[in-house]
């Protein structure tokens, strides 16, 4: 993928909530069985001789959907060839799928600023700005100079049975330890890219960092500590406890260091796994939390019946071993992963520390783990006495925010919970720059305003 050749089209939807019309009582009867729903779809696709957009690799299409009652206000960005592209399409579906507006507009009048572009369809408003691929908010150099600091070491962890993973440390100082430490957990097929974040919330303000790549994830796929990359991410043991071990050996090289203050950060399965260390074992090396996007139920996961499966079929099939760990509920390919495209061309991570060219599968292993400390978490009433913070967002196209906030609650009483409306699921990883600052800067306030910094 030559990225000269690429640009983005972000694209901003909103519409205004309709009042339900009367419906009659068998329209009202088959809605609770889910026949009939007041749901509307807006398909937006580039048009043009080579978009670079394929049923394979659907990078320059996207479909709204939302609940007529209560409108659409939702971004995405589309990811197509510059040269090969000459519109955007716009289909407003029926209920059976049918177009029944179907528009295109030119994309020679795309500024790179946001712009209203005026529509055929009363009540639907389209802001529309485009951004070439070039145009990172993290950039490969970016990276490599956070990587290449002379304050920056990497150590190895021994784990039992022959494993290992990868622990990043970037001081904040040239040749001392600060007083204040920060423990970073990478999410589920993540990996660390955020040296805005790293820089603006911690280096800059005197606290040392430390990126727990856990086993099998991140840094480990390209230092070859597993040779399947189809296990990215996967919990061979079905239960997240096998991760304490990395946690352990983390803490202890800071108790090395004599640090008078730690920071837990987590994203996504890395709150996951954090969680489950302070259940499971003790919350005093912690004194706060950062939770970006925690992972505390299934949401977009293909539908309910589903995530039935992947939370009863795994933990119960793992149990009774009727089903390996390895066991595919949705399933990996070769295939370009589309979602992960998307990030890359804003933030150039290193597509050996992140599935880029693949997609991986989500393995029973993985699903029992997680599942398991879900029902853990929502059976207490409270894990931490310590402050913690929760950021999430309704533009999550991974986790419901309002599922995560609820079940935030359960984690302690001692909560800040800051939801966003247009941020990507790493809250860090917008596609808009303002929305990146938004969240760094609340979570400024929140450092300060618990004496973090």
Known sequence: MNQNNWSRLHVHLETKGKKEESRTWFQYVCSLFG????????????VGPDTGNTRTFPIGSHTFTYNNKDGLNARTILCYKHEGATGVRFQVMSQRDIPIRDFILPLSGVQTSWSNVNVPVQGL????????FADKIVSASDLHKFLTDPRYEEKTLQLKGGEKCILQCHLAK???FSKKA??????RNDCFVHTHVANALFLEQGIDLYILNYRRNGMCRKRKFFSNKFLNSHCRSSNFDEYIEEIDQTLDVLRQRKYDTILGYAHSTGATILLNYVMHTSNEPFDGYIFNAPFLDWAFVGGDLLEFVLENGSTIGTHVKIIEPEFEFKKGS?????????IWSQYEFDPET???YYQVPVTAGFSAGATRVHRELCARKQVTSKPFLVLSSRGDDILKSEETTTRADHIGLCRTEVEFHHNRHDVYLSSEIEDVF?????T????KQYHFI
């Open 444 to 447: 400024q306030t929140w450092l």
């Open 174 to 176: 040239n040749n001392t």
């Open 125 to 132: 408003s389209v802001r529309l700005r485009y951004g070439r």
């Open 35 to 46: 026949r009939i729903k007041p749901i509307t779809k807006i398909k937006v696709s580039l």
């Open 182 to 187: 920060v423990v970073w957990l990478i999410g």
């Open 354 to 356: 992140r599935p880029l």
């Open 334 to 342: 070769n295939t370009q992963n589309v979602w992960s495209t998307k």
């Open 438 to 442: 938004a969240a760094i800067l609340h």
